[in-house]
């Protein structure tokens, strides 16, 4: 929850395309609601140096049993980006 590219993490696990099967594989602690998830992303999105590829990742969140961001959240990464 304070590690500050933590955002980033879970984007990669959640989002991103997987082509290499040898990929690293994230374990995140069971009490680490999709609440949770949701704030670590809109705070990273609020930071100046976020980066644009996970900005761009948020944007295009697809809902899962894992990762569920708000309307509200895609669109703060949309005006970032």
Do not use: C, H, W
């Amino acid at each position: 929850m304070t590690y500050n590219n933590s955002a980033e993490i879970l984007l990669s696990q959640f989002e991103e395309k997987k082509s290499d099967k040898k990929s690293s594989k994230y374990y995140f602690p069971k009490n680490l609601s999709l609440a949770d998830k949701e704030n670590i992303i809109s705070t990273y999105l609020d930071r100046d140096d976020s980066n644009l590829n996970y900005v761009r990742l948020a944007e295009k969140s697809k809902d899962s049993n894992e990762l569920k961001l708000s309307d509200k959240t895609k669109y703060k990464a949309k005006k970032k980006g």
